[in-house]
């Protein structure tokens, strides 16, 4: 199974200012059931948080934007839908994915934001995502940050 990380730090203050209620669930990668409340305005990451513990990158990548902004740790490029597939399956073919919680999520118009931390490899990793969508269209990845967790103090 490919083993790839996905650090993506997208302005935790925006998400603060947001004000919006903090929800976590877990997703196991070995079990990939989603425990997340029914349908609502978050339901556009179910599909994406179920990838990430599963460190399917191949499935993930239909999220993305045809061009998206990506950080693995503190390595950042604008990169095509094809390159930013790459680096995510680089990242999980050296860090096995074992789950993925999410720890904010909140929304604005027409964008979602997602925090959440990916047990991969033995590590912790803050995983950011930003997607949004203009007008009926699925929402699509923007910005993917993934970032060494440090500890809490």
């Known amino acids: 199974m490919n083993k ?5 730090t997208v302005v935790a203050a925006l998400l603060v200012s947001l004000g919006a209620g903090a929800q976590s669930f877990l997703i196991s990668n070995t079990n990939a059931r989603t425990q997340q409340p029914q349908g609502g305005e ?11 513990a599963a460190g399917d990158e191949a499935s993930l990548s239909t999220w993305f934007a045809d061009n998206l902004d990506v ?10 839908k094809k ?5 995510l399956r680089n990242f999980f073919s ?3 994915p074992r789950s993925f919680e ?3 999520k909140a929304s604005e118009a027409n964008k979602k934001y997602l925090i959440g ?3 991969a490899g033995g590590e912790l990793f803050q995983v950011t995502i930003y997607a949004t969508s ?5 929402y699509k990845i923007q910005q993917l940050n993934i970032s060494r967790q440090t500890a809490a103090y």
């Open 42 to 52: 978050f339901s556009v990451f179910s599909s994406i948080t179920k990838y990430l």
């Open 102 to 104: 999410v720890t904010h």
């Open 117 to 119: 931390q990916l047990n």
């Open 94 to 96: 050296s860090n096995t």
């Open 71 to 80: 950080t693995v740790l503190s390595t950042s490029r604008n990169c095509s």
């Open 83 to 87: 390159q930013a597939r790459e680096i």
């Open 4 to 8: 790839l990380l996905h650090t993506f």
């Open 134 to 138: 203009s007008g009926q269209e699925t």
